[in-house]
């Protein structure tokens, strides 16, 4: 048996309610499509020393214009053991600025990114901002020449590698030096001198711009 459709809401209904047919359309249609959102980012550093705080600011905004976001939660997160982890939070503050700061503690290097998770009239945004270095000082020398290498292979001026006496060969480490930065493997055992960690091979050397002997920031 059909069933007869309900009599359509008389016009006065809706203007009770202080919005008229077209308005409650729209607010639907945005109810069911959230606007979409995008974060930008201020310039930032993420080399950091072990110890020191991280800075990352900016703001959330609607695409649909240069319109911010006010009081809306933004979390940092790095990837760290083949899942994120959230390392700082912060809210949105006027014209959806945000800033969000955390600690240093733990030196390697970790991809991170911004998320927004998004609520109903919303979208969800994320950005990779890049990888968080987070150093150490270590003393450092240089060597060069021939020869075989302790973890394989025979070393030449276009090697690019360190020794180190405990690092398990082929470890990658990061290493930076008045502003320039280098990932390069264990490929030797050194150096033999007291107080020092890492003998940089040639190629490394000049890469980083790095002088006879001295202090390397590195992330292991």
């Not at 930032?44 to 009081?71: D, K, S, W």
């Amino acid at each position: 048996m059909a069933v007869p459709a309900p009599p359509a809401p008389p016009a006065l209904e809706l203007a009770s309610t202080g919005m008229s047919s077209s308005a409650f359309a729209i607010a639907s249609e945005l109810s069911e499509h959230p606007q979409k959102t995008r974060l930008s980012v201020r310039p930032h550093t993420l080399n950091v020393l072990a110890g020191r705080v991280v800075l990352i600011a900016g703001r959330l905004l609607a695409t649909r214009g240069p319109r911010g976001l006010p009081g809306m939660p933004i979390v940092l997160q790095e990837r760290a053991r083949r899942r994120w982890e959230t390392i700082a939070r912060a809210h949105t503050t006027t014209n959806g600025r945000y800033r969000l700061r955390f600690l240093a503690e733990r030196t390697g290097s970790e991809a991170v990114r911004l998320l927004f998770a998004g609520d109903g009239a919303n979208a969800a945004s994320r950005r990779r901002i890049g990888e968080l270095n987070v150093y150490r000082l270590a003393e450092a020398s240089w060597y060069g020449g021939g020869g075989s290498l302790a973890c394989g292979g025979a070393l030449n001026d276009s090697t690019l590698g360190v020794a180190n006496k405990t690092l398990p060969c082929g470890t990658l480490v990061t290493l930076r030096y008045n502003g320039r930065s280098i990932r390069v493997p264990v490929i030797d055992r050194g150096p033999y001198v007291a107080g020092r960690e890492f003998d940089l091979t040639f190629a490394t050397k000049e890469a980083l711009g790095f002088g006879g002997t001295g202090e390397v920031w590195s992330t292991r």
